[in-house]
């Protein structure tokens, strides 16, 4: 079988990296991939936005399965298209992707179906939405209703900051058309929770939980990254175990009621506060770092489990664990988020230690030399026993990879 994986980041990697391993599986391609997938399959010049391109490349190819890493294809409608030539495709449709490229239509879907997340106002207009900031108690979050690169979310202090983030959003379009409609949102305070969940025709069944790291230095601080660190298994209280479960069967009995017809990944992103789990965001695709520490922990074909997600079969059962912890540290350009130099040397180890495997997420060749090529670079992945034996092994990976220009939490699950 042949298989394409859209994308080109540590994701991606992950994901080819995993359905190598499937006996069924006998060509990757990845669209446009990065250097690390180009020693599993063949990297093809199409940016997941191409997507009359890629639609030629599936048949021209006669690929079998198409697997989207990125949001952006899908709430552009790939899904449609690939199906419409009558090419098997894994995401969501373009209805069910709106639980990604609009906010507040999560929102009102959590409310509509009393599913636990903070209280919130949806505002089309910018002097409603100053006049929203006097009825409210501090801190708030402002986030822009659309698709914002996970920019678009400010933590607002008072009254004050509140303006200026409406106005930066709404008046002068800092997040383009994505903050035309902004949600305020009500302040919740806990550790986060990472849930990706495979959904089947509207049945969820989730996949271990993960932990990300999301502020770029030591001890939580900094700006606020795509996340540069992930552990999984996350161990949590029976209590709020049986919350989550009892969350997943409102989504589940939810998007039954509302006539979806989701199949495709949905990440789910919890906050715990005070012991209660309540849902922040849907997005609609593989978690970045999350599916890095999540596929080597996954024992079953993921071939097979996503084939059978499409074709209805799918049981809980399909999804088989290992005991093993796995702790992902991501080494980043140094200054990402921000402003950060792209072209630098990095030298790989010639063998990964036992118990360690290297993903890429933002890596090129210029010539025969690997340099870095995006903010988040590579993830070093340990595996062990304990948390504490995959955090060592980790961050011993991470020690042999030289490069003037990679920089990295050195708190990652400790
Ligand atoms: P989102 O894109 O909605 O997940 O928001 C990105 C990040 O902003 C989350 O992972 C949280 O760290 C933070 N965040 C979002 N909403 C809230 C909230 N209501 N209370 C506290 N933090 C939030
Ligand atoms: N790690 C968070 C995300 O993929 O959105």
């Known amino acids: 079988m042949k298989v394409l994986i859209i994308g080109s980041g540590g994701r991606e990697h992950a994901l080819g990296w995993k359905l190598d391993q499937s006996p069924q599986v006998d060509e990757l391609f990845f669209a446009p991939g990065n250097a690390g997938t180009s020693f599993l399959g063949t990297n093809v010049l199409i940016n997941a936005m191409e997507i009359d391109q890629l639609v030629e490349f599936a048949k021209s190819e006669a690929i079998d399965l198409t697997v989207v890493g990125p949001e952006d294809p899908l709430c552009a409608g790939i899904v449609e298209r690939f199906e419409e030539e009558g090419l098997k495709i894994f995401g969501p449709n373009l209805e069910c992707s709106q639980f990604e490229s609009s906010k507040d239509f999560t929102k009102k879907f ?64 800092q997040f383009g058309e994505a903050g035309a409609t902004v949600v305020i ?152 988020p921000a402003e950060y130099e792209q072209g630098h040397a990095i030298k790989l180890p010639v063998a990964n230690p036992v118990g360690t495997i290297l993903f890429h997420n933002g890596t090129a060749f210029d010539g025969d030399n690997l340099v870095n090529a995006g903010g988040r670079v590579l993830t070093a992945v340990g595996l062990g026993k304990t948390q504490e034996e995959a955090r060592l092994l980790a961050y011993q990976l991470v020690g042999r990879i030289e490069s003037d220009n990679l920089t990295y939490r050195t708190d990652i699950a400790k």
């Open 110 to 173: 959590l409310q509509r179906h009393e599913i636990p997340t903070a209280a919130y106002n949806t505002y089309t207009d910018y002097d409603s939405a100053v006049k929203g900031l006097g009825e409210v108690s501090y801190p708030i979050v402002i986030k822009a209703d659309g698709l914002a690169l996970g920019k678009g979310v400010v933590i607002v202090s008072d009254y004050d900051h509140g303006v200026q983030t409406l106005d930066e959003m709404m008046n002068q379009a």
């Open 185 to 336: 949102e009500e302040f919740l305070d806990g550790p986060e929770l990472s849930l990706l969940c495979i959904v089947s025709h509207n049945r969820v069944i989730p996949l271990d939980l993960a932990r990300d790291y999301k502020k770029a230095y030591d001890g939580d601080q900094g700006l606020n990254t795509g996340g540069v660190g992930c552990f999984s298994p996350v161990p949590i209280p029976d209590d709020v175990e049986q919350s989550i479960n009892e969350i997943n069967k409102m989504i589940e009995q939810g998007l039954i009621e509302d006539g979806f017809d989701f199949t495709g990944i949905l990440f789910v992103g919890f906050i715990i506060q005070d012991g209660k789990p309540y849902v922040l965001e849907f997005n609609v695709r593989f978690g970045d770092p999350e599916t890095e520490v999540l596929m080597p922990r996954l024992e079953s074909d993921l071939f097979d489990i996503l084939n059978k997600a499409i074709d209805d079969t799918l049981i809980d059962e399909d999804l088989i664990w290992s005991n093993d912890k796995a702790v992902g540290v991501i080494l980043t350009s140094i200054g990402y």
